[in-house]
């Protein structure tokens, strides 16, 4: 089969590739413990899970707009303009299939040949795999560990460049755990109104957030004019399995978006949709529970990795992973690289978590760990992982 030239440009995302080589252990009889994929362990609440029933059988089983149903892009647009300050009306709202989809719409919308996008590094996979796809440039933005993984604001000045079409901010952060400060986003926007950029703003763990007060690029002058926020239902209300999310951004966009609804999904699932709104306007509680529940399973994870002789991780502010430096174990146990090291991990320790280098070159030297897990199953893998190091020579 002769392949477009286009497909050997699309990346990946490893955490699903480990997930099904950490399931064919499991088949064999293996206990792994799965720091692997990003989703929260808890369920749908169940208010929401109540709708979605009562809309499938209330005839919400047919197609709608390709934007999304009127009264959840009206809830949606209420809801980010007060969590974020800003005026939003419904026809800013797209709503897709995930939030994964903004990524890629986005891109396809805005980016071609010639163009450059700024994106971290490491970071979501998907970014870099997308430009590619499109024929853009990818040009990495290290975030580095001495900078607790935040921006380095005179290195992304110096990656500007007039080709530059899109920068992509991702705060809280996958798979760092970094938030960017509020000056740090505010100089980020008078950058980009300066040379007349758009901002993907992937504010996806907006709530999963342990200190402080969630803070959108969007609320700077000039921001809402060249912001697409991508947000969605799969981390918040834990319903990574119904595939609902959305993005906001400027009218004129938003129809062009829409359109590659049209010409891809036709529409996101309609009883799904009201199942949304459920979310967004039902309590808030259970929402709130997963938080306080991952703020505990972090400084669990953080204590114990940091007990383990080699290894050292910093305290993520927000999102549910850790980013431990391991490079000295890498190095002591003679692996050839990090991802040499997570996969003696999943095959001799049971322990399935992912090298830092699936987000990215600048990923070498860190294991990227999801705590969307229990306590016991969180110490369990601490404790394998601290054997497994112990044994190297
Ligand atoms: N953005 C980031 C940074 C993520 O980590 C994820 C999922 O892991 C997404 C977006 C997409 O989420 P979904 O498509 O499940 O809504």
């Known amino acids: 089969?002769?392949?477009?030239?286009?497909?050997?440009?699309?990346?990946?995302?490893?955490?699903?590739?480990?997930?099904?080589?950490?399931?064919?252990?499991?088949?064999?009889?293996?206990?792994?413990?799965?720091?692997?994929i990003g989703e929260p362990d808890f369920d749908?609440?169940?208010?929401?899970?109540e709708a979605a029933c009562k809309a499938l059988h209330s005839g919400y089983t047919h197609y709608g707009p390709s934007a999304g149903l009127p009264q959840l892009r009206e809830v949606i647009a209420k809801d980010v303009s007060q969590s974020r300050g800003i005026p939003v009306n419904a026809n800013q709202v797209v709503v897709t299939p995930g939030g994964k989809p903004i990524m890629f719409y986005t891109i396809m919308a805005l980016a071609e040949s010639g163009d450059e996008v700024i994106y971290p590094n490491p970071g979501f996979p998907i970014y870099e795999s997308v430009i590619n796809f499109v024929g853009a440039k990818p040009v990495p933005l290290r975030l580095a560990e001495e900078r607790e993984f935040c921006i380095d604001l005179e290195e992304l000045r110096r990656k500007v460049t007039k080709r530059t079409k899109l920068i992509i901010v991702n705060?809280?952060?996958?798979?760092?755990?970094?938030?960017?400060?509020?000056?740090?986003l505010q100089a980020i926007a008078e950058l980009t109104v300066k040379n007349d950029i758009m901002v993907l703003s992937d504010e996806i763990y907006g709530r999963t957030l342990y200190e402080g007060q969630f803070e959108s690029i969007t609320q700077f002058p000039g921001m809402p004019e060249?912001?697409?926020?991508?947000?969605?239902?799969?981390?918040?209300?834990?319903?990574?399995?119904?595939?609902?999310?959305?993005?906001?951004?400027?009218?004129e966009l938003a129809g062009q978006v829409a359109k590659l609804m049209t010409n891809s999904n036709s529409c996101t699932a309609s009883f799904i949709q009201v199942a949304g709104i459920e979310a967004i306007t039902g309590p808030?509680?259970?929402?709130?529970?997963?938080?306080?529940?991952?703020?505990?399973?972090r400084d669990i994870i953080v204590k114990g990795l940091?007990?383990?002789p080699g290894i050292h991780c910093l305290l993520p502010k927000g999102a549910f992973y850790v980013f431990p430096n391991v490079s000295e174990v890498v190095k002591r146990g003679k692996f050839a690289n990090t991802k040499a090291f997570a996969d003696h991990l999943l095959q001799e320790a049971g322990v399935a978590g992912l090298s830092g280098t699936a987000f990215g070159e600048f990923g070498e030297g860190y294991l990227r760990l999801s705590y969307a897990n229990s306590i016991p199953n969180i110490n369990k893998a601490v404790q394998r992982i601290a054997d497994a190091v112990a044994k190297l020579k």
Request: aromatic fraction near 8%; glycine fraction near 8%.
């Open 171 to 184: 705060s809280p952060h996958n798979p760092c755990g970094s938030v960017l400060c509020k000056e740090d």
């Open 44 to 49: 749908t609440p169940a208010n929401i899970i």
């Open 1 to 36: 089969m002769k392949l477009a030239q286009r497909m050997s440009r699309l990346g990946t995302e490893t955490a699903f590739e480990v997930l099904v080589r950490a399931k064919a252990l499991e088949a064999q009889g293996r206990d792994v413990v799965h720091l692997e």
């Open 226 to 251: 060249r912001t697409i926020i991508l947000d969605g239902f799969s981390k918040t209300y834990a319903m990574t399995g119904w595939r609902l999310g959305y993005g906001v951004m400027p009218e």
């Open 284 to 297: 808030q509680d259970e929402s709130y529970k997963m938080v306080a529940a991952f703020k505990e399973r």
């Open 306 to 308: 940091n007990q383990i």
